[in-house]
Nanobody, 128 residues
Framework: QIQLAESGGGLVQPGGSLRLSCVAS????????MGWFRRAPGKERVFVTA????????YYTDSVKGRFTISRDNAKNTVYLQMNMLKPEDTAVYYC?????????????????????WGQGTQVTVSS
């Protein structure tokens, strides 16, 4: 069993920055893909970004491209989401997720069903 724990959420002003962390524990492996999804109030959970096993390949949804950066530190079993130039529409619960294979094509990274472990979520609120 794998447990994922997000942290780093909070309240920030528009234009501000925040870094989320996701730590994996349990019977974890470094040869897995990781992703971030988010769910805004009253909305479905949607794909934000994903990263392959060694960090060499990343994908982003268009709305965050150029503002968000996903990275990972396998020695720490941690994946990060650096969020810059935050907008009110970024307000959501952010979820870390793990997929079993080291690499997928983009369409698979965008599907919730690709991931077999999920964190509890961390709230990000962007408001003045």
């Amino acid at each position: 069993q794998i447990q994922l724990a997000e942290s780093g959420g909070g309240l920030v002003q528009p234009g501000g920055s925040l870094r989320l962390s996701c730590v994996a524990s349990g019977r974890t492996s470094s040869t897995v893909s990781m992703g971030w999804f988010r769910r805004a109030p009253g909305k479905e959970r949607v794909f934000v970004t994903a990263i392959n096993w060694n960090g060499g390949v990343t994908y982003y949804t268009d709305s965050v491209k150029g503002r968000f950066t996903i990275s990972r530190d396998n020695a720490k079993n941690t994946v990060y989401l650096q969020m810059n130039m935050l907008k009110p529409e970024d307000t959501a619960v952010y979820y870390c997720a793990q997929a079993p294979l080291p690499f997928y094509s983009r369409p698979y990274y965008e599907r919730d069903s690709t991931y077999n472990y999920w964190g509890q979520g961390t709230q990000v609120t962007v408001s003045s």
